[in-house]
């Protein structure tokens, strides 16, 4: 089992920048799959990014390419989420999430643990 922090969210004008960070506990981190969700009012919960146990293997949702960089620190426990040129659509709850999966998965049902969510509002 994992337990899951995130931090990093909040306020931000149109095309600035924020990092999230989702530290977690245990040892077994780098076992994990590792998602960032969001989930804006109204609207069910996408995948933004995602990426692998070592790192090496990447997942954008296309509106997020070039945009977000997802990365990790197996030694910190700690998964990232650069986020640049942010926009008003962007403001949403953003989720950090594990999955046991041996590969990067889309799947929303894969990830088995969660954050509390970290909220980020973008202001045009």
């Known amino acids: 089992q994992v337990q899951l922090v995130e931090s990093g969210g909040g306020l931000v004008q149109a095309g600035g920048s924020l990092r999230l960070s989702c530290a977690a506990s245990g040892r077994t981190f780098s076992t994990y799959v590792m998602g960032w969700f969001r989930q804006a009012p109204g609207k069910e919960r996408e995948l933004v990014a995602a990426i692998s146990r070592s790192g090496s293997s990447t997942y954008y949702l296309n509106s997020m390419k070039g945009r977000f960089t997802i990365s990790r620190d197996n030694v910190k426990n700690t998964v990232y989420l650069q986020m640049n040129n942010l926009k008003p659509e962007d403001t949403a709850v953003y989720y950090c999430?594990?999955?046991?999966?041996?590969?990067?998965?889309?799947?929303?049902?894969?990830?088995?643990?969660w954050g509390q969510g970290t909220q980020v509002t973008v202001s045009s």
């Open positions: 999430a594990a999955s046991t999966s041996i590969v990067v998965t889309t799947a929303r049902l894969q990830y088995r643990y």
